[in-house]
């Protein structure tokens, strides 16, 4: 406890300035106590600026503040020097470990303010005084107080090391640079630190840049984070209620066909039992009429018999026929049918519905950065890696085509085949769609035989009716087409075509990227040899199509 009260002394009674117990100590106007000449001293050094202010709490003074010695705490003072409490001299210990001490300094060691690299040695405010005054000694190089200076001494041929060689990029003293460094590109250490001084305020200037620029990224991502929110919040409510109304819609029309067969059921049944109940007492007559004729037939008295026959009331004219006709009805399974159709194309809505909703979403790409899908591959390696599998729809084949090898390969006749009549179906031209819609990264390969042949990607709503262009594969804005025919190769879209030249392959190879927008058609032999790239922007998934010409025929090949 008794060493813990001399160290509070220690410190309460020394000077922040010298570290040492106060000397001629005086009190500041903030409250603050230092030596008077430690005082003088440094508001000397601010004279020119006009600044005077407490180095321990930092209060400034208008005016340079008049000082007085502190009788009562220089005599505190002195009783601490009597009692044996010195102030123990500044060494690095008790300073910490960035403390420098004065190399002039005899006896108790002051406290470094600046290092010489020409000199090699730390000065107090004190010693350092020569530096300031005497010519020579102001073109030295004056740093913070360092401990490592020796480090700047050659350890070979003891000279300060000043000069730095650019070809071995190491600093070397003047003996250096005539010796085993004698031809390099050798400056100045400050002319190598002030042009890699110049370089490093240009890096950090760089730095300082890219961190702007990136708080504007990051704070144009995080507003477009809550736009993505919102619009994600916004779009899902909007969904719920319109997937509610097609609920409430269904359920209607679901109440409005019970309604209507409960009340054709009443209506039927109702017509039913009039014509039953006519029918039943009608029965009863005939029955009452029946049981008379049977008793006269009975009477045997031949006189009685003849006077009451013409008496017997005539059988009326029967108001139906003598049978009941039903029509061949199946009642209101037809009802159930005609349900079951609109459930079925329902499903094929949605389903349509649902593939364009799905890549609608996935579409919303709010980074413009590179397409996730990546580069287009170069080798038939990697183009294989994104096969997949093509079957052609039948509904939508020309009655002229005929599908086989499990709907993967189409071929021309010359008759027309039966085939079921059906909204899909190309009515004039040869042609045929997958079955399959097309989104993401696609890659198939058509083989094919005969006069030519049309390789397609098309929207699924082309027109199918009809012998126009708007049915057509290349002669409208929703298919586009490589079609080769009488030695002749193109690619068509929107009736635009661009003729297309090299040598002709029985195999084509389609490679679709529909994010990126991307369709190229390749010939496939030995290498991948590109026959046309289109970059435009897919709006709804595609579907693969092919047309033939007659004895002609074209295969979607197993991705192997």
């Given at each position: 406890?008794?060493?813990?009260?001399?160290?509070?002394?220690?410190?309460?009674?020394?000077?922040?300035?010298?570290?040492?117990?106060?000397?001629?100590?005086?009190?500041?106007?903030?409250?603050?106590?230092?030596?008077?000449?430690?005082?003088?001293?440094?508001?000397?050094?601010?004279?020119?600026?006009?600044?005077?202010?407490?180095?321990?709490?930092?209060?400034?003074?208008?005016?340079?503040?008049?000082?007085?010695?502190?009788?009562?705490?220089?005599?505190?003072?002195?009783?601490?020097?009597?009692?044996?409490?010195?102030?123990?001299p500044v060494d690095l210990c008790s300073?910490?470990?960035?403390?420098?001490?004065?190399?002039?300094?005899?006896?108790?060691?002051?406290?470094?303010?600046?290092?010489?690299?020409?000199?090699?040695?730390?000065?107090?405010?004190?010693?350092?005084?020569?530096?300031?005054e005497v010519a020579p000694l102001k073109?030295?190089?004056?740093?913070?107080?360092?401990?490592?200076?020796?480090?700047?001494?050659?350890?070979?041929?003891?000279?300060?090391?000043?000069?730095?060689?650019?070809?071995?990029?190491?600093?070397?003293?003047?003996?250096?640079?005539?010796?085993?460094?004698?031809?390099?590109?050798?400056?100045?250490?400050?002319?190598?630190?002030?042009?890699?001084?110049?370089?490093?305020?240009?890096?950090?200037?760089?730095?300082?840049?890219?961190?702007?620029?990136?708080?504007?990224?990051?704070?144009?991502?995080?507003?477009?984070?809550?736009?993505?929110?919102?619009?994600?919040?916004?779009?899902?409510?909007?969904?719920?209620?319109?997937?509610?109304?097609?609920?409430?819609?269904l359920q209607k029309r679901s109440s409005?066909?019970?309604?209507?067969?409960?009340?054709?059921?009443?209506?039927?049944?109702?017509?039913?039992?009039?014509?039953?109940?006519?029918?039943?007492?009608?029965?009863?007559?005939?029955?009452?009429?029946?049981?008379?004729?049977?008793?006269?037939?009975?009477?045997?008295?031949?006189?009685?018999?003849?006077?009451?026959?013409?008496?017997?009331?005539?059988?009326?004219?029967?108001?139906?026929?003598?049978?009941?006709?039903?029509?061949?009805?199946?009642?209101?399974?037809?009802?159930?049918?005609?349900?079951?159709?609109?459930?079925?194309?329902?499903?094929?809505?949605?389903?349509?519905?649902?593939?364009?909703?799905?890549?609608?979403?996935?579409?919303?790409?709010?980074?413009?950065?590179?397409?996730?899908?990546?580069?287009?591959?170069?080798?038939?390696?990697?183009?294989?890696?994104?096969?997949?599998?093509?079957?052609?729809?039948?509904?939508?084949?020309?009655?002229?085509?005929?599908?086989?090898?499990?709907?993967?390969?189409?071929?021309?006749?010359?008759?027309?085949?039966?085939?079921?009549?059906?909204?899909?179906?190309?009515?004039?031209?040869?042609?045929?769609?997958?079955?399959?819609?097309?989104?993401?990264?696609?890659?198939?390969?058509?083989?094919?035989?005969?006069?030519?042949?049309?390789?397609?990607?098309?929207?699924?709503?082309?027109?199918?009716?009809?012998?126009?262009?708007?049915?057509?594969?290349?002669?409208?804005?929703?298919?586009?087409?490589?079609?080769?025919?009488?030695?002749?190769?193109?690619?068509?879209?929107?009736?635009?075509?661009?003729?297309?030249?090299?040598?002709?392959?029985?195999?084509?190879?389609?490679?679709?990227?529909?994010?990126?927008?991307?369709?190229?058609?390749?010939?496939?032999?030995?290498?991948?040899?590109?026959?046309?790239?289109?970059?435009?922007?897919?709006?709804?998934?595609?579907?693969?199509?092919?047309?033939?010409?007659?004895?002609?025929?074209?295969?979607?090949?197993?991705?192997?």
């Amino acid at each position: 406890m008794a060493q813990q009260a001399v160290q509070l002394d220690r410190e309460t009674f020394s000077c922040s300035i010298c570290l040492d117990l106060l000397t001629d100590p005086v009190a500041i106007p903030c409250g603050h106590s230092y030596c008077m000449n430690c005082i003088k001293s440094f508001w000397d050094e601010g004279e020119h600026k006009k600044n005077y202010h407490c180095p321990q709490c930092g209060k400034t003074f208008t005016q340079r503040p008049d000082l007085e010695k502190n009788t009562m705490l220089a005599a505190l003072v002195e009783q601490l020097k009597k009692t044996g409490l010195q102030a123990a001299p500044v060494d690095l210990c008790s300073a910490g470990s960035g403390y420098v001490a004065c190399d002039f300094c005899t006896g108790k060691k002051q406290k470094a303010i600046k290092s010489c690299l020409f000199c090699l040695a730390s000065y107090c405010e004190k010693h350092l005084q020569p530096h300031y005054e005497v010519a020579p000694l102001k073109k030295h190089k004056l740093v913070e107080p360092s401990k490592n200076l020796q480090e700047n001494i050659c350890s070979k041929h003891d000279e300060v090391i000043d000069i730095f060689c650019r070809k071995d990029k190491k600093c070397i003293c003047y003996l250096c640079s005539v010796d085993e460094h004698k031809g390099h590109d050798t400056v100045s250490a400050a002319a190598e630190r002030a042009e890699r001084q110049r370089e490093l305020e240009e890096r950090r200037g760089n730095i300082q840049q890219r961190i702007q620029d990136r708080e504007k990224d990051v704070k144009l991502l995080q507003q477009e984070v809550e736009a993505i929110n919102h619009s994600a919040d916004k779009t899902v409510e909007d969904s719920e209620k319109i997937f509610t109304e097609l609920i409430r819609l269904l359920q209607k029309r679901s109440s409005d066909v019970k309604q209507q067969i409960r009340s054709q059921q009443e209506t039927e049944v109702s017509r039913v039992k009039d014509v039953q109940e006519k029918l039943e007492q009608e029965i009863t007559e005939l029955k009452r009429k029946d049981a008379e004729l049977e008793q006269l037939s009975h009477t045997e008295d031949h006189n009685q018999f003849l006077l009451n026959y013409p008496s017997l009331p005539a059988l009326r004219e029967s108001t139906h026929s003598s049978s009941i006709n039903i029509r061949p009805l199946r009642h209101f399974e037809d009802v159930t049918a005609a349900v079951s159709e609109l459930r079925d194309k329902l499903q094929d809505v949605l389903r349509d519905s649902w593939t364009n909703i799905s890549l609608m979403v996935t579409e919303v790409d709010v980074l413009l950065s590179e397409p996730e899908s990546g580069p287009e591959p170069t080798t038939r390696a990697g183009f294989l890696k994104y096969s997949c599998k093509i079957t052609m729809d039948p509904n939508t084949a020309h009655t002229m085509l005929v599908l086989s090898e499990g709907n993967r390969k189409v071929t021309r006749m010359d008759q027309h085949q039966i085939y079921p009549n059906h909204p899909d179906r190309f009515t004039d031209w040869w042609q045929v769609l997958s079955k399959e819609s097309l989104t993401g990264r696609c890659y198939w390969e058509v083989e094919w035989s005969g006069l030519g042949v049309f390789v397609a990607v098309t929207y699924k709503n082309i027109s199918r009716a009809g012998d126009g262009n708007q049915c057509r594969f290349g002669y409208n804005d929703k298919s586009w087409v490589f079609s080769y025919y009488k030695n002749t190769s193109k690619f068509g879209h929107n009736n635009i075509w661009t003729p297309v030249s090299g040598p002709v392959s029985s195999r084509v190879g389609v490679y679709l990227d529909h994010r990126a927008g991307i369709l190229s058609f390749y010939r496939v032999s030995e290498s991948m040899t590109l026959i046309h790239r289109v970059q435009t922007r897919f709006t709804e998934p595609l579907h693969a199509g092919v047309s033939v010409f007659p004895g002609g025929s074209a295969e979607f090949c197993k991705p192997k």
